[in-house]
Structures are given as structure tokens and as C-alpha cells.
């Protein structure tokens, strides 16, 4: 108990006069233009992988069990059509945008470290981003070939309910929490020793899954996103959706402070 409440001192004393708010909104730039060409590459590897018929009817069944008040299910379907449909060219093509993620991710964890930034930052995060891309397709095809038995749970409502988010919760944080060690271990400065990060990746990803969750949550409200946009709703999605990445990347690096410090704090020699 005595070494945790080292460590959060240690992780505010780090933070103290620094803009985490602003960093976690740089990180939320670079996904903005990042997401959609992660998504394209990761649906069409796992459709490479395992048949389309797994990513067109895990969508299909994932999309009709989300709540009804935000109806993402057409934008969930697009996305999967464009991503199954796309030429090879044009999903090369997805490469640098997609990439533009780690680099958005290096230059928030440096900052997040206090080590500056160099020449070679935005390339170092783009080439460490690339196991994330080449393991995407294995991740998002676990949740979609549970889909059959999760999405009936979804709809049920009640205790299957229950049942169908405390099985999709473990199976998404394992897919998170395997994408948040690469992010640790290739994508960010090499600060922290491979277990502790593997440690600390499964840690920070519990807690993000949790985050999904409970955007699962605010679909469900049934509230107009586009109002405070005088109605343009294309607007208010893309607001919405700004609002919660931007929340998990502020999760995302307070988690890595906090190990930054736990291994300073190892580190650090004892009082006497």
C-alpha cells in the first residue's frame, strides 16, 4: 500500500503544471484521421483471413444489437461494405493515414514522459505503429465471430443482457489490451521494462474496455447530438465520437504515467 501511494505521488508530482488535456487532445487529432483507414484495413485483413462472411455477419449482428437511439447500425455497415469493396490500391493507399495514429500516439507518450521530441518522432511512431495495423485483423475478428452468440444476449434484455456484456468485456479486453502493449512497446519511447508494460497494457486495457462499454451506454441515451449543431447531424456524430476518443486517450496516458512512475519508484533507491 505503502509503494501505490509512492507511485501516485510520484505520477502527480509529474503532472503537476502539465497540459495532459492538451496532449490527450493532439493524440485525438492524429485518430481522427487515423480511425476510419485502421477500421478499412482491419476489417478486409480479417475478411482475408477468415471469409467475409465472418466480418459482413458479425457486423450485421453487432449493429442490430446496439441501442436504437443513435441507429449507428447503417454507418457500422458502410463502413464494411467500403472495406470489403475497396480495390488493393486503394487500401494500400489507407497505409499513411493509418499510421498517422502512432505517430499521434508517440508524440502524446514522449510528452507524457517530459522527453522531447525529435526530427525522427513522427516516423519512429508511424513504422512502431505497424504491428498494431498487422495485428488488427486478429483482433477485431474475435469480437466478430462471437457476434452469433452475444448479439442474441444483447437483445434479450435482462440477465442475458447482463450475460452478453460480461462476455463481450473479455473478449474485447483482450483485443484492447494486446493493442494497448504494442502501443507500450513499439509504438512509444522504449521507457518502461517488456513486463511491466505487458502488465500495465492489460491494466490500462480493462479500463478502456470498460470506456467502450459505456459509449455503448450513451447510445443508448436517447439524446439529439446534432442540437447544439443547428441540427447537422453528420456534425454532431463526428463530435460525439471526437468526445470519447479524446476521454480514452486521457486514460491512456494517465495509465502510462502511472508506470512511468511504478518503475521509478522501483528504481529509486530505499529511504533510511
Given at each position: 500500500m505503502r509503494t501505490v501511494r509512492a507511485v501516485l505521488r510520484h505520477a502527480l508530482a509529474a503532472l503537476r503544471g502539465r497540459d495532459l488535456a492538451l496532449w490527450a487532445a493532439g493524440i485525438t487529432f492524429f485518430a481522427a484521421l487515423a480511425v476510419v483507414p485502421v477500421l478499412l484495413l482491419a476489417l478486409r485483413g480479417a475478411a482475408v483471413l477468415f471469409g467475409p462472411d465472418l466480418v459482413t455477419d458479425g457486423v450485421r449482428l453487432l449493429s442490430g444489437a446496439l441501442p436504437d437511439a443513435q441507429a449507428p447500425g447503417p454507418a457500422l455497415r458502410a463502413l464494411t461494405d467500403a472495406a470489403l469493396g475497396a480495390s488493393w490500391p486503394v487500401l494500400l493507399s489507407t497505409l499513411l493515414p493509418a499510421s498517422l495514429y502512432g505517430e499521434g500516439l508517440r508524440r502524446?507518450?514522449?510528452?507524457?514522459?517530459?522527453?522531447?521530441?525529435?526530427?525522427?518522432?513522427?516516423?519512429?511512431?508511424?513504422?512502431?505503429?505497424?504491428?498494431?495495423?498487422?495485428?488488427?485483423?486478429?483482433?477485431?475478428?474475435?469480437?466478430?465471430?462471437?457476434?452469433?452468440?452475444?448479439?442474441?444476449?444483447?437483445?434479450a434484455g435482462g440477465w442475458s443482457a447482463v450475460w452478453g456484456v460480461v462476455v463481450s468485456f473479455h473478449v474485447d479486453w483482450v483485443?484492447?489490451?494486446?493493442?494497448?502493449?504494442?502501443?507500450?512497446?513499439?509504438?512509444?519511447?522504449?521507457?518502461l521494462p517488456r513486463a511491466l508494460a505487458v502488465v500495465g497494457g492489460f491494466c490500462a486495457g480493462a479500463v478502456l474496455t470498460g470506456f467502450l462499454h459505456g459509449f455503448l451506454l450513451f447510445l443508448a441515451i436517447p439524446v439529439d447530438w446534432a442540437f447544439p449543431f443547428a441540427g447537422l447531424e453528420v456534425v454532431?456524430?463526428?463530435?460525439?465520437?471526437?468526445l470519447w476518443l479524446y476521454l480514452l486517450h486521457i486514460v491512456l496516458l494517465l495509465a502510462y504515467r502511472v508506470l512511468l512512475s511504478a518503475h521509478e519508484v522501483r528504481r529509486s533507491p530505499p529511504r533510511t
Open positions: 502524446g507518450l514522449l510528452q507524457i514522459a517530459g522527453e522531447p521530441s525529435g526530427a525522427k518522432t513522427g516516423w519512429l511512431g508511424r513504422i512502431g505503429f505497424l504491428p498494431v495495423l498487422l495485428a488488427a485483423p486478429l483482433l477485431i475478428a474475435a469480437p466478430l465471430a462471437l457476434a452469433p452468440s452475444v448479439a442474441p444476449d444483447y437483445r483485443a484492447l489490451s494486446v493493442a494497448t502493449c504494442l502501443v507500450f512497446l513499439a509504438t512509444g519511447p522504449s521507457l454532431g456524430a463526428v463530435a460525439a465520437l471526437g
